[in-house]
């Protein structure tokens, strides 16, 4: 059964501080924990619907 996402809520929060670019960040990782997020959004969705 293939699954259909009619609506997708994405909510950034920008502040310069945070994002500098002097950190040294693990490669990938921003993409893992966006795919974590996403992944576990979704869940929730379908959750959500199965309990309706």
């Known amino acids: 059964m293939p699954i259909e996402?009619?609506?997708?809520?994405?909510?950034i929060n920008v502040d310069?501080?945070?994002?500098?670019?002097?950190k040294k960040q693990e490669p990938g990782g921003d993409k893992q924990d966006i795919i974590a997020t996403?992944?576990?959004?979704?869940?929730e969705i379908l959750a959500k619907q199965t309990e309706r």
């Open 16 to 22: 310069g501080e945070k994002n500098s670019p002097s």
């Open 38 to 43: 996403c992944v576990e959004q979704v869940i």
């Open 5 to 11: 996402i009619k609506e997708l809520h994405i909510k």
